[in-house]
């Protein structure tokens, strides 16, 4: 159970750092533009938002490096060491003194950032019982999500009151659980049993190679287009409803602090649907199937975020109201993340478990980031938010015409 104390803290510390982002990008930007000598404007505030969001996602998928050294070096080493890097790097954004400062230290902590992911999803698979393990990596991704409730609520008390650099200097609180896990968690015998059975023939190059072998390649490009239609629906949808809810409370006539507090709320039920959703994800995978499980959650989460930027960002009356309602449907559509944390380790070998989730889901970070600029771009030509937003509710339904083609691996064991 420590091993899984471990991964569901670790990525519960991931989720709220690489949220608080998005809870104070509007005043963030606000103050940083000018400093930059560029003019604070919504149509600024949406273009530079979507590029710093994309050069995070850069950082994110350039944290793929970590798989291959978790399959070599051992689960929870590298996750010590990703979680200082996304900690540090995070605290020092709150010492920012322009647009492009705080761009570098985004990205530096998405490559922190995006380790841990593969990280745990490989550590709690392989620790667990097979008769519950999937359950026990559903549980751990609601780490993330609970992550969002922390960083709603150090926002609703700290960065309502004091500003968006106190908020970053809280992502730095992650760097004191690495000693716990020091102290307290070893890595699985599945991993440790296959190093020694391999010895020297183990080595970081090879566990990445191997992904494209006959045997997995196929795998490999199915999966990482699958997490490249779930990361626009997070990235250039969920992860603007607080900017969103912003928006909306600024023009319904809610004072600064009263929008920021909206913006908590919504973030709160965004985190709260996608625990719920992990609570019934694992029931409907083992029943229907993964595929047909992700291909649910898909069209959830196109009809979500359609709803929510297409329709209700633009209402004129009760908009505050129907806005948060829709951040709890997002939140249960991006329960779609929680088929990956089992499905994908499912697929592959112990030698290369950590690699191929580090892979495939980080390298689709790279396509969704071009989105995400997109978006911002969208925002800055057609002057708003919701519209570039609500139109990449469409990848979703790209995705759904690759699921038939995945492996399906309901009720089959875990790979050796």
Known sequence: MRSFWAAWGGWTMDGMDSFIYSLVLVPALQDLLPRSGIANTTANVGFYGGLLFALFMVGWGTGLIWGPIADRFGRVRTMMFSILSFSVFTLLAAFATGVWSLAVFRFLAGIGIGGEWSIGAALVSEDWPEDRRTMGAALMHTGYYIGFFLAAAANYFI?????????????????????WIRGNVREPERWASRVEQLGEKWSMRGAFLLL???????????????????????????????????????????????????????????????????????????????????????????ASIWLAFGHVFYMDMHAVGWFIFCSLLLGLGGANFIVY???????????????????????????????????????????????????????????????PFGEETKGKPLPA
């Open 159 to 179: 960065g309502s009151r004091f500003g968006w650099r106190y908020m970053f200097a809280v992502g730095g609180v992650p760097a004191i659980f690495i000693a």
């Open 212 to 302: 494209f072998s006959p045997r997995y390649r196929r795998r490999t490009v199915l999966n990482s287009i699958y997490l490249v239609v779930s990361l626009i629906g997070l990235w250039a949808g969920s992860v603007y409803t607080p900017a969103a809810m912003t928006y909306i409370a600024e023009r319904a006539g809610r004072t600064a602090m009263e929008a920021a507090r909206l913006a908590s709320y919504s973030t709160a039920l965004l985190g709260l649907g996608t625990v719920l959703g992990a609570l019934i994800v694992p029931f409907l995978a083992d029943w229907l199937g993964r595929r047909i499980t992700l291909a649910i959650f898909y069209l959830l989460m196109s």
């Open 341 to 403: 944390s089992f499905w994908i380790p499912e697929q592959y070998g112990t030698e290369c478990r950590a690699s191929a989730f580090a892979f495939t889901t980080n390298f689709g970070r790279f396509a969704a980031a071009g989105f995400t600029f997109l978006v911002g771009a969208g925002v800055r030509h057609f002057q708003t938010l919701g519209t570039p937003v609500a139109l990449t509710a469409f990848a979703f339904l790209v995705g759904l015409i690759f699921l």
